[in-house]
């Protein structure tokens, strides 16, 4: 059962360390948070996960990690300073702003019908480059991380000699000034974006599409979202993005709906279409080989034809945030015991566990296994695994009970019997709660055995 409400999951990132709204010591500001201790670890395991599934594990994808701060043509050639707004209206009752798909006609701070007209705004957040503010020497923050691709796009088949079918990966920031952030991390101004764009001969694209779809659907599963959670949304034509001939949504039920985790678009040639034109119009040709028109200025040429072909693209891209509260969502757990308690898990796969092991002595003033207990610490984190947590808490059920919280997936116990008598620790399973003693011998064969089970 995932969690009931979004309270439950925001008081849970607060409480042991997750996520944090950002400047809450100065009030806060709307729809920017912080990722605490827990939370770092959780989105970088996220992160990781998705950069050995796009690029490591595959032979047809090369990563980029590209500036924020973007040029502000290649966000003109793009569409973005055209296209990328949302409809905006104010209540002229209390002077609030809304998005106005948001909204049922009354605003929804006063309540008010006394709305204006819907109006573009564009949500790309400008700074300026350089010590002159003189209007002209502007760049925007990313809105998505996706276009730097696009303008690297020869550099990368220059350095790597590719040709379609190929992709390039980036993880990184975007920011959009969205007119209503909310329901936690899920609508943010800042965010973390894990875009693939696939590079495909025309033609193929529609069942290179398909492919993407499943792919990243069978992605999630892996992450702790079974399918049966998800549902695809194929977005009808009147809502597609500018760039977008095909877009399929993977939605997911949230704890405030049902709404998209990801979007698989196809691209098709528009992006590297249209930065070519731009190079074009802007007479910048030197570097492009004289035989080529204005289209394909961004293409690859054909062995075999000597044809230049602009490739077209397919897109997944995945939001971190999203995917960490969505992680959360299906990973949370409060389960009845037989004793009459409860207990709260953060049934989280292993591979995303923010804490790998948490190394436990039974006397935090017992110099023998304190110094057992740290040794331990250091030869599981040797492993390379993450995190591996020395903790002496005094309490080791009360230690149980807060890594079962945090989704620590095994807990080990030093004790006098691992000093005096049979050389054993109490290894202690998060998910069935069972105990069983292994010889310290064996013990980081046990735990990399144990972590190698499961992705
Ligand atoms: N490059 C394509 C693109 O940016 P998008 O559907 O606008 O497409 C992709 O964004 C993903 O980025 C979304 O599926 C979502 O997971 C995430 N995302 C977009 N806007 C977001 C926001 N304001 N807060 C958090 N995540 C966001």
Same mark, same amino acid.
């Given at each position: 059962?995932?969690?009931?409400?979004?309270?439950?999951?925001?008081?849970?990132?607060?409480?042991?360390?997750?996520?944090?709204?950002?400047?809450?010591?100065?009030?806060?500001?709307?729809?920017?948070?912080?990722?605490?201790?827990?939370?770092?670890?959780?989105?970088?395991?996220?992160?990781?996960?998705?950069?050995?599934?796009?690029?490591?594990?595959?032979?047809?994808?090369?990563?980029?990690?590209?500036?924020?701060?973007?040029?502000?043509?290649?966000?003109?050639?793009?569409?973005?300073?055209?296209?990328?707004?949302?409809?905006?209206?104010?209540?002229?009752?209390?002077?609030?702003?809304?998005?106005?798909?948001?909204?049922?006609?009354?605003?929804?701070?006063?309540?008010?019908?006394?709305?204006?007209?819907?109006?573009?705004?564009?949500?790309?957040?400008?700074?300026?480059?350089?010590?002159?503010?003189?209007?002209?020497?502007?760049?925007?923050?990313?809105?998505?991380?996706?276009?730097?691709?696009?303008?690297?796009?020869?550099?990368?088949?220059?350095?790597?000699?590719?040709?379609?079918?190929?992709?390039?990966?980036?993880?990184?920031?975007?920011?959009?000034?969205?007119?209503?952030?909310?329901?936690?991390?899920?609508?943010?101004?800042?965010?973390?974006?894990?875009?693939?764009?696939?590079?495909?001969?025309?033609?193929?694209?529609?069942?290179?599409?398909?492919?993407?779809?499943?792919?990243?659907?069978?992605?999630?599963?892996?992450?702790?979202?079974?399918?049966?959670?998800?549902?695809?949304?194929?977005?009808?034509?009147?809502?597609?993005?500018?760039?977008?001939?095909?877009?399929?949504?993977?939605?997911?039920?949230?704890?405030?709906?049902?709404?998209?985790?990801?979007?698989?678009?196809?691209?098709?040639?528009?992006?590297?279409?249209?930065?070519?034109?731009?190079?074009?119009?802007?007479?910048?040709?030197?570097?492009?080989?004289?035989? #080529? *028109? +204005?289209?394909?200025?961004?293409? $690859?040429?054909?062995? @075999?034809?000597?044809?230049? /072909?602009?490739?077209?693209?397919? &897109?997944?891209?995945?939001?971190?945030?999203?995917?960490?509260?969505?992680?959360?969502?299906?990973?949370?757990?409060?389960?009845?015991?037989?004793?009459?308690?409860?207990?709260?898990?953060?049934?989280?796969?292993?591979?995303?566990?923010?804490?790998?092991?948490?190394?436990?002595?039974?006397?935090?003033?017992?110099?023998?296994?304190?110094?057992?207990?740290?040794?331990?610490?250091?030869?599981?984190?040797?492993?390379?695994?993450?995190?591996?947590?020395?903790?002496?808490?005094?309490?080791?059920?009360?230690?149980?009970?807060?890594?079962?919280?945090?989704?620590?997936?095994?807990?080990?116990?030093?004790?006098?019997?691992?000093?005096?008598?049979?050389?054993?620790?109490?290894?202690?399973? #998060? *998910? +069935?709660?069972?105990?069983?003693? $292994?010889?310290?011998? @064996?013990?980081?064969?046990? /735990?990399?055995?144990?972590?190698? &089970?499961?992705?």
């Amino acid at each position: 059962m995932p969690a009931k409400s979004m309270d439950e999951l925001v008081s849970l990132c607060k409480r042991r360390g997750f996520i944090f709204q950002s400047g809450e010591i100065y009030g806060g500001v709307q729809g920017l948070y912080d990722y605490g201790p827990l939370g770092v670890e959780l989105k970088n395991n996220l992160k990781a996960a998705w950069w050995r599934a796009m690029v490591y594990d595959r032979d047809d994808v090369e990563g980029l990690d590209a500036a924020i701060l973007t040029h502000r043509l290649a966000l003109k050639y793009s569409g973005h300073e055209a296209t990328f707004s949302d409809p905006m209206v104010d209540c002229r009752a209390c002077k609030a702003r809304w998005r106005a798909d948001h909204l049922e006609g009354k605003c929804l701070a006063c309540g008010s019908t006394d709305l204006t007209d819907p109006r573009p705004f564009n949500l790309m957040f400008r700074t300026n480059v350089g010590p002159v503010d003189d209007g002209a020497s502007f760049a925007y923050l990313r809105p998505e991380t996706a276009q730097a691709i696009f303008t690297n796009f020869r550099h990368v088949v220059d350095a790597t000699s590719r040709r379609p079918p190929f992709g390039i990966a980036q993880i990184g920031k975007a920011f959009r000034n969205e007119i209503t952030p909310r329901n936690f991390i899920f609508r943010v101004r800042e965010f973390e974006q894990m875009e693939l764009e696939f590079f495909v001969e025309p033609g193929t694209d529609e069942d290179w599409h398909k492919f993407w779809v499943d792919a990243r659907v069978a992605w999630w599963r892996d992450q702790g979202i079974p399918e049966d959670r998800l549902e695809l949304l194929y977005v009808p034509a009147d809502e597609l993005a500018h760039y977008s001939k095909a877009t399929v949504d993977i939605m997911y039920r949230f704890p405030h709906g049902l709404e998209e985790l990801e979007g698989v678009a196809n691209r098709t040639d528009f992006d590297l279409g249209s930065h070519s034109k731009g190079q074009d119009e802007l007479g910048l040709t030197a570097r492009v080989e004289t035989n #080529r *028109d +204005s289209n394909t200025r961004l293409a $690859v040429q054909d062995t @075999d034809s000597k044809q230049w /072909v602009v490739p077209f693209v397919i &897109e997944p891209s995945a939001g971190v945030d999203r995917g960490v509260l969505a992680v959360l969502n299906e990973a949370y757990r409060v389960e009845e015991l037989d004793n009459g308690s409860s207990r709260t898990v953060l049934a989280l796969p292993r591979h995303l566990a923010p804490i790998k092991v948490a190394v436990l002595p039974l006397k935090r003033n017992h110099d023998g296994i304190v110094e057992t207990a740290r040794r331990i610490k250091q030869d599981l984190q040797r492993l390379g695994l993450g995190r591996i947590l020395y903790e002496h808490t005094g309490n080791i059920g009360k230690g149980y009970r807060r890594h079962d919280e945090v989704g620590t997936p095994i807990c080990v116990t030093v004790d006098f019997e691992t000093l005096e008598g049979d050389q054993t620790v109490t290894v202690r399973d #998060r *998910d +069935s709660m069972s105990q069983q003693r $292994v010889p310290l011998a @064996d013990l980081t064969r046990f /735990v990399r055995d144990y972590f190698a &089970e499961q992705g």
